[in-house]
């Protein structure tokens, strides 16, 4: 099935990374020198989506600079004028209440979310292999964890596994290492079906007072069910500073100049 749209929810307030995040967004964080929103953007292009969608809010003007520039003076991407639009989050009230901002831009079809600050390093674009296995039913990009990191993850309770893919009973939003069904995390990719919008529009805030994808997910599953997708690559949580850190270093390695610096780090010499 063609999925043509995508929405980045870049209007969260990036508190782990304050104070910079005071003023520079989160997603405009450098890796090297593209910021983390290029990388989920190029993600979606080489998945062959073609309508982008940011759900920004106040401070995070500097997202639409960035490409505002890339779309109409760099070589980087070449896309349809009119094909990139902004919708704003008035507050910050959690990542379902961001995509639920997108809702009028939508329509009628199911749907791409790509989170920036979950960085997934691949030759083949995430959210385009899971755009290739969709099969009706919500999706999200899953991987293992250390069981000490459950609670900082959406976590799928697993009735039925296969090679690249989990099918998902149940899902619970930051559960305690004890109370965790198991350890496979849901990361920021997701292909959801449009009628999440009439749930998250009757959810009540969750853990954290936010409204939480998650819970919509976990509420649709009698009707759409929930498939977890076990994709390749390496993927670096960003929205720490421990992943933006590790990202940094990954991506510099891949470099003769850079991954230099690196050695010569290690030898003492810087
Ligand atoms: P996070 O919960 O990781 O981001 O959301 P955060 O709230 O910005 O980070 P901390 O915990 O304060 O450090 C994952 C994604 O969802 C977006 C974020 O911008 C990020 O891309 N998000 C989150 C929104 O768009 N709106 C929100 O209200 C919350």
């Not at 190029?42 to 062959?48: H, K, T």
């Not at 993927?235 to 100049?257: M, P, W, Y």
């Amino acid at each position: 099935m063609k999925i043509n749209k995508v929405v980045f929810p870049v209007g969260g307030l990036g508190k782990r990374f304050f104070p910079i995040t005071r003023t520079i967004p989160k997603e405009m964080l450098g890796i090297i020198d593209k910021p983390l929103i290029h990388y989920a953007f190029e993600e979606a292009v080489a998945a062959g989506i073609e309508e982008f969608i940011f759900v920004t809010r106040r401070g995070k003007d500097s997202i639409e600079d960035y490409f505002d520039y890339m779309l109409t003076n760099s070589e980087y991407f070449h896309i349809k004028t009119g094909s990139v639009c902004y919708v704003r989050q008035s507050e910050p009230l959690g990542l379902g209440h961001a995509v639920l901002c997108a809702k009028n831009l939508i329509g009628n079809e199911p749907f791409a979310v790509v989170s920036a600050d979950d960085l997934i390093v691949h030759e083949k674009s995430c959210i385009g292999e899971m755009i290739k296995h969709y099969n009706g039913s919500n999706m999200v990009a899953s991987i293992n964890v250390a069981s000490a990191e459950v609670s900082k993850y959406g976590i799928l309770d697993v009735a039925h596994e296969t090679d690249k893919f989990l099918i998902a009973k149940s899902v619970d939003e930051k559960p305690s290492p004890k109370s965790a069904k198991s350890t496979h995390a849901i990361v920021g990719r997701y292909i959801l079906s449009n009628k999440i919008f009439d749930v998250l529009g009757n959810l009540e805030p969750g853990i954290g007072g936010e409204i939480q994808l998650t819970d919509a997910l976990l509420k649709m599953i009698p009707s759409c069910g929930l498939t977890g997708f076990k994709f390749e690559g390496k993927r670096f949580d960003c929205g720490s500073r421990e992943g933006l850190l590790a990202a940094i270093l990954h991506v510099a390695n891949q470099s003769e100049a850079l991954s230099c610096i690196i050695k010569n780090f290690y030898k003492g010499e810087i």
